[in-house]
């Protein structure tokens, strides 16, 4: 059977990008895979976090896995720390990566910008962390946004170096030659990249100072139907043809949530709204993005005052999690030569 990872960092509010590039495309993975979604805790401190912002952050992004319909029962949902081999792992692979990938990551260079000498470790480690996370699963399918496609072939070099570097040894061990599957990302939709609703050239991110560029998932009704409202965009009304939104950044986002949040292409969104004007399309996406997301920021408030709830299913999962990580690292230990 063939199995999924993917994880969100708990280190601020979540948006729509984050919903659509990935919580949303988890649900109905769960029919056809076996799941695994984790809060990563420990790539969250990579830069400071503040400790009651991590444990709140981090309930609430399990709060949104199972508000948008993620079954902790169905899936394994934990958090990242609680499964100590994530780090064990990670050390390992920190020895099987080299320097120059790491250091041509386009996103530490983003988040290191000119002062890369003072950013922490663990930034510059980052994504040998991530690999751990897939491969400790051995997991063959990775739904992410596209901001992580660098990540993801990062991982795929580190399994493959780390299934050569060791041949020798896992075929010693009995075990098959590609020990570390490599990983195929699913990155597919017409929500990859959710732009900001200001700018469509920046990246919707946790991270920009203006909140009108983006929809958190806890916003109320009112909040998501003004600031779609607002959305920036052009004057023109929507093009004919989904070929007519190249070079109109701000209305390809936005024909674009809303293909994702109906479940339908952009050509069958063009299809409905070609040549209509933004005071036509702006109240239908602002309806649908309220009925859509309104609901789940409801339950996700439910859900984050439960802390007692929330905590024993990231235990749960934890728990799962663990047996399965450490059959994996029973052999790595092994191939790599640590006597127990
Ligand atoms: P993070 O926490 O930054 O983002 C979580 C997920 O949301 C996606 N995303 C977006 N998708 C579309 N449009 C956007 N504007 C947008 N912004 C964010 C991200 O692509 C991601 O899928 N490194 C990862 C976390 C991670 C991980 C993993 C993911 C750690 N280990 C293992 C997969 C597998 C990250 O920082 O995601």
């Known amino acids: 059977t063939s199995r999924v990872f993917s994880g969100i960092q708990p280190s601020g509010d979540l948006h729509l990008g984050n919903y659509l590039g990935a919580i949303r495309r988890f649900v109905p993975l769960q029919d056809t895979h076996e799941t695994i979604y984790c809060v990563v805790d420990m790539h969250a401190i990579t830069v400071w976090q503040d400790p009651d912002d991590l444990r709140r952050a981090t309930r609430e992004v399990a709060a949104a896995f199972i508000a948008a319909g993620v079954d902790p029962k169905r899936s394994i949902v934990f958090n990242q720390s609680q499964v100590i081999q994530h780090a064990e792992l990670a050390w390992v692979f920190n020895c099987v990566a080299r320097m120059g990938w790491m250091q041509r990551m386009t996103q530490f260079k983003d988040k290191a910008g ?167 399309f702006k109240p239908a996406l602002a309806d649908l993005a309220v009925a859509q997301l309104a609901p789940m920021s409801n339950e996700m408030r439910r859900l984050i005052e439960d802390t007692t709830t929330i905590d024993a299913i990231l235990r749960d999962g934890a728990e799962r999690a663990r047996a399965i990580a450490e059959k994996t690292m029973v052999d790595v230990r092994n191939i790599v030569g640590f006597i127990r």
């Open 114 to 280: 000119k002062n890369s000498e003072a950013v922490s470790l663990g930034l510059l480690a980052y994504p040998s962390l991530m690999a751990a996370d897939i491969l400790l699963y051995k997991a063959t399918q990775v739904p992410v946004g596209d901001d992580q496609k660098q990540h993801l072939e990062l991982t795929r070099d580190i399994a493959a170096k780390f299934n050569n570097d060791y041949a020798k040894s896992i075929a010693d061990q009995g075990l098959d030659a590609e020990f570390f599957p490599i990983t195929e990302p699913l990155i597919a939709g017409p929500a990859t990249r959710i732009m900001s609703l200001r700018d469509g050239t920046k990246k919707m991110s946790k991270s920009d100072p203006s909140d009108q560029s983006r929809i958190s998932l806890l916003d109320d009704a009112d909040a998501i139907s003004k600031k779609i409202k607002k959305a920036t965009t052009d004057p023109e009304p929507l093009p004919e043809t989904v070929e007519g939104l190249a070079g109109r950044a701000e209305a390809d986002n936005l024909v674009g949530i809303y293909a994702a949040l109906s479940d339908k292409t952009k050509v069958e969104v063009i299809a409905e709204y070609g040549g209509k004007g933004w005071g036509a």
